[in-house]
């Protein structure tokens, strides 16, 4: 496009990239928000479902198999717990298992707290760290003031 002067205008990509993101976000957030609130539901419960946590990939490469060589297993320990949970019962399927299962215990299943080239990523499975052989720290919302820096 020309100015009235005959000069080429410049356009600020930035500036018409977040226009176009605002007016999207503009748009869609009332419709998302309105799906997610529930009457009577807590806010804080509303937003954990717009914004669900994700596991680690690794873990759950592992897991799957697991679950799938002991289905019957697992379901019937699911029923259990389910069942106990009803009786306000301990609910962990992990006491239920028969006992060659919980001896050779449940492969877990941790939160992921980065994502290194794609792929969602626990503490433990970050590269550079697996097996425990480097500390990971993740600071968590849990963490008090002082914690990271040593000051009470």
Known sequence: MTS???QFDTIDAGKLIGKAVGDALAHALP???AHALIP???LHQAVTQLIQPRMCAACLAKRIPWEKANRTAVETAMAA???AAAKGEPADFALYLPERLRD???PAVNMSVTSENGTEKCAEHVSGVQGGSAPLLVATANVPPGALTGTP
């Open 31 to 33: 419709d998302l928000l």
């Open 104 to 106: 050779g215990g449940v």
């Open 81 to 83: 717990a389910q069942a």
């Open 4 to 6: 009235a002067n005959g």
């Open 40 to 42: 009577g539901q807590p």
